[in-house]
């Protein structure tokens, strides 16, 4: 697994649940450090149990901790550059869904080496689609649905998603568009603010 998505499972679990539950777990794994590096990469069984291991100390299902984790790369200010990785895909959210296909390309631009869940999305209807989420790795499935969650309240759309299940290595995801402009969304703009530090 990339450091970037440990790293930012890290940060998730720090800025969530603090820094005494991160070392908890981290000495449970007994890997030796305290903290992933972005730029290596790191055996899958490791970030499997690192999920595992958080959900069991924080008492909550794995599928639930990693939608929370999902939300978060989009909510979370700290998450401010993968929020403007997925918003450049759409002007508003029925936009977004449409270049979802495109998103595993876009952030290899970035990050040549960055392995995402292959996407594929399907209509059904003027306000129903199906979202296909192909991975080896049991659990990007429901990353992903929070990550759709997130983006809906981010575009100020009224959307019912739902995750439908996982055949092979392939989860599906039900998505109902009920309004596009349910709710004033979040500001964005596509130019990166700059912040001056004084």
Known sequence: MHGLINGALQGFLCATYGHELWRKVMDE???GFESFEPMFHYDDALTHALIDTSAKNLGKPRDVLLEDFG???VA???SERVRRL???GGVDYADFLHSLD????RARLAVPDLNLPQLELHEHGENGFSLSCTSPNLGFGHVILGVLRALADDYGA???LEHLGRS???DTLSIQLLDSGFSEGRE???AQKVTEHV
Not at 102 to 105: E, H, K, V
């Open 29 to 31: 794994l007994d890997t």
């Open 71 to 73: 939300t978060y790369l």
């Open 76 to 78: 979370n200010p700290r």
């Open 86 to 88: 997925l918003r450049f």
């Open 102 to 105: 495109d998103l595993p390309g």
């Open 158 to 160: 009224l959307a019912f």
């Open 168 to 170: 092979g290595d392939c």
């Open 188 to 190: 964005f703009s596509l």
